[in-house]
């Protein structure tokens, strides 16, 4: 049975005790010490100021430069092992708008005071507030729970606010990629994947679209919900299935948005010590409002008619979602109209709420060719997860193989398997929760308490630190795994006293249909 090398665990719990970061950098929107471009700066080139753990020879092939790629790469390289990442396009995609990334998975900065000191000076601390469709206000300014004071006490890592810029986030990650030498290949697409697994020799590998082949010890699937990965680690293709929601999303200048003097009067966001993060509420349907100094975010999550589809194609007509919102709820407050108006064409999208039931095996037999992030498991934005666990993953992959070093890759990678799926099942099921608050509002019940229409950010999503939870539970899955389940294991890293199974949309679907009450159909402590 391969043993855990208790000495890198050692090194570990060093490293993490000098590398522990105190948050200091500004609000959003102060100058000192910054370029024009907003990036922190530096005389530095290289990433001399991370502390990086003694190699461990493992190779790593990284399929995606997303975020979740992205992340996966920098914390494999952090952790020891030798780094590439192969990404379709041929160079970084700097498009998007807004993300909710939970402390859980950026506690990990503390590691990398450089991007920590970037990203939490790039973000956006918004306070949000809770207003029924035609204007009534219900709850708010607040912040969001997890950085309610009390929440805050003991918390290591930056401060994180509720809004990630996509495009400046990623822009950190890959500034902190190239300085820390990290090999991305642009232009690279990846049309499948297989794995050697034998006596003489056991890698992962991926066949180019030229029909060059490379291999690693390991194989990261980071391509996202259609990853080609799936006919080796699951045998199909995942179906996808209709949630039964769609998105309307833009983003642009607040500029723009704030010449309309409505607008202006409305969300001036001039002199406001926190950005405006804005829920309008109507039966079935929901608008964010977000506005910033440099930015305008906006969202309409409705019923799916079918006009929806997953594509990023930017081609709806403003018009289009006043129609949208008079339709399913009359009689919204003339403000919301207005802002809705401002958008730009051509910078509107219309996103299909796809739903892919979650499947629990997440690498291939042989253990060399792993998922992370969408090509394991898809979210709804509703849930304020997505990118948070696609994090988490990436953390947690980087330290199990470190921990099981290069003679136990196949176990390792399905030690990481085995910590992450119930987790990630149960951050799945917030999604209808939050949008069963939204769109079928108990207002009675709100009307008593107004503060339990703040969206929900459980305890145990944002307090768990995965980097440590793969420490302290390693070597107790590992040896469940070889001994064929016959030894005690249970994972702590989900709602307590929850008695885990596994889910389907359509059980879902059916209870929200029969009237049920998801979060109070819970068992456990969500809170």
């Not at 009675?444 to 339990?452: H, L, V």
Request: glycine share 8%.
């Amino acid at each position: 049975m391969p043993s855990i090398d208790t000495q890198t665990r050692t090194q570990g719990n060093n490293l993490d005790s000098q590398s522990t970061h105190q948050s200091t950098a500004p609000s959003h929107g102060q100058e000192n010490g910054h370029t024009a471009n907003g990036h922190r700066s530096t005389s530095k080139d290289d990433a001399s100021d991370v502390k990086r753990y003694p190699s461990t020879g493992i190779s790593v092939l990284i399929v995606g430069a997303g975020m979740g790629g992205m992340l996966c790469a920098l914390e494999s390289w952090r952790k020891g092992h030798d780094v590439q990442v192969l990404e379709r396009s041929p160079s970084p995609v700097y498009t998007g708008d807004n993300i909710t990334i939970q402390p859980s998975a950026l506690s990990i900065l503390r590691h990398w005071p450089r991007l920590c000191k970037q990203i939490e000076y790039e973000q956006y601390d918004c306070w949000m507030s809770y207003y029924r469709h035609t204007g009534e206000h219900i709850y708010g300014p607040s912040p969001p729970v997890f950085n309610d004071p009390e929440n805050l006490v003991g918390r290591r890592g930056p401060h994180v606010g509720f809004m990630q810029s996509r495009i400046k986030m990623y822009k950190a990650l890959i500034q902190q990629a190239e300085r820390s030498k990290i090999d991305i290949r642009w232009g690279q697409r990846v049309v499948d994947f297989y794995e050697i697994d034998c006596i003489r020799v056991s890698v992962g590998g991926v066949v180019l679209e030229n029909g060059e082949r490379m291999e690693a010890d390991v194989v990261v699937a980071a391509d996202g919900i259609k990853t080609k990965s799936n006919k080796l680690i699951r045998g199909h293709d995942v179906q996808p299935r209709e949630s039964g929601l769609a998105v309307y999303r833009t983003a642009y200048s607040s500029e723009l948005a704030l010449l309309d003097p409505v607008v202006r009067e409305r969300w001036n966001p001039a002199g406001l010590e926190h950005p405006i993060w804005e829920f309008w509420l109507g039966p079935g349907i929901h608008v964010v409002i977000a506005v910033m100094d440099d930015i305008v975010c906006l969202g309409l999550t409705h019923k799916d008619d079918g006009s929806a589809t997953e594509s990023w194609n930017p081609n709806v007509d403003p018009e289009e979602l006043l129609k949208t919102m008079e339709r399913e709820a009359p009689g919204w407050h003339p403000a919301v109209s207005a802002i809705l108006r401002t958008a730009p064409k051509g910078s509107i999208i219309h996103w299909k709420l796809m739903w892919r039931d979650l499947s629990d095996t997440w690498t291939s037999s042989g253990g060399r060719v792993v998922q992370v992030g969408d090509s394991a498991h898809s979210f709804l934005p509703s849930s304020g997860n997505g990118a948070s666990q696609a994090i988490e993953d990436a953390i947690t992959l980087a330290t199990c193989l470190q921990l099981g070093g290069k003679s136990c890759v196949s176990n390792a990678t399905k030690v990481y398997n085995l910590l992450r799926y119930p987790r990630v099942s149960c951050a799945q099921k917030m999604a209808f929760v939050n949008s069963q608050i939204k769109h079928a509002t108990d207002w009675d019940a709100i009307a008593e308490n107004p503060k339990q229409i703040r969206t929900r950010f459980p305890r145990w999503i944002w307090s768990h630190d995965p980097e440590d939870y793969a420490y302290a539970k390693f070597g107790q899955a590992l040896h469940h795994l070889l001994s064929g389940g016959n030894t005690d294991f249970q994972n702590t890293n989900f709602p307590s006293g929850h008695k885990f199974r596994r889910w389907t949309i359509d059980e879902v679907r059916e209870e929200m249909a029969a009237g049920v009450d998801i979060e109070q159909a819970l068992d456990g402590d969500w809170s």
